[in-house]
């Protein structure tokens, strides 16, 4: 258990449909990274949040949002699906700053029929 | 935007030989880390480099950073089978927030 929680872990949907993911990072980080990993692929950057405001932005569609609540958990919200959004969808926290790892959660693997 | 390569893509080695993969950019890096992925797990935080020049080691993986701080690489001596996953770069340049993935290169133990 790497401390990052994510739910759910499996999420089968239909094209045109919005779902969330939810993201509770390690006790004591601050800043809440997604990423998105397809099918043998790298990791694509989303969007960082830090301390409950946005701080950098990724290659993220307009049709994906998120945010970071003041309890520091973190939602990644996913609409008008399509086949290409099929994908593992990780979370990462840190402390904050780059002088820091990231710890990953176990991701989320979104099916998209 | 910055883009970070990572060469091999996929490295096929019997256990036992040595095997290293290269990072480079085309921007110069104000540090880097390394990440390790099991197949079906998630990625791993390895080490961060900071120095140009800067050489660490972990048992048997050796992380270097390039004296121009644009490429890194990281060396595993006598690999293991427990070594099999994707080793992932990521890379911040100065003013950023946020760490640039590598493309991965996929390592395989033959035993």
């Known amino acids: 258990d790497s401390g990052v929680t994510q739910t759910p872990k499996h999420l089968i949907t239909a094209t045109g449909q919005r779902v969330t993911l939810r993201c509770s990072p390690r006790?004591?980080?601050?800043?809440v990274y997604w990423y998105q990993q397809s099918l043998d692929q790298g990791l694509q950057f989303l969007i960082q949040y830090y301390n409950g405001e946005e701080r950098a932005k990724g290659n993220i569609l307009e049709r994906f949002s998120a945010q970071q609540f003041p309890d520091l958990h973190s939602e990644l919200n996913l609409s008008s699906l399509e086949l290409g959004d099929s994908a593992l969808y990780f979370c990462?926290?840190?402390?904050?700053?780059?002088?820091?790892?990231?710890?990953f959660g176990s991701g989320t693997r979104l099916t998209v029929v | 935007g910055q883009q970070v390569m990572q060469i091999p893509q996929y490295q096929h080695v019997q256990e036992g030989e040595d095997f290293t993969t290269y990072c480079n950019s085309s921007t110069t890096l104000s540090n880097i880390q390394w990440y390790k992925q099991r197949p079906g797990g998630h990625p791993v935080f390895l080490i961060q480099l900071v120095k140009s020049g800067e050489v660490k080691k972990q048992k048997r993986l050796t992380f270097q950073f390039g004296e121009a701080k644009k490429n890194s690489s990281l060396h595993i001596t006598a690999t293991q089978t427990t070594d099999v996953g994707t080793y992932f770069c990521?890379?911040?340049?100065?003013?950023?927030?946020?760490?640039?993935f590598g493309t991965g290169t996929r390592l395989k133990v033959l035993a």
């Open positions: 990462a926290s840190s402390v904050g700053g780059l002088g820091y790892g990231y710890t």
């Open positions: 990521a890379a911040s340049t100065s003013g950023t927030y946020k760490y640039i």
């Open positions: 006790s004591g980080d601050l800043s």
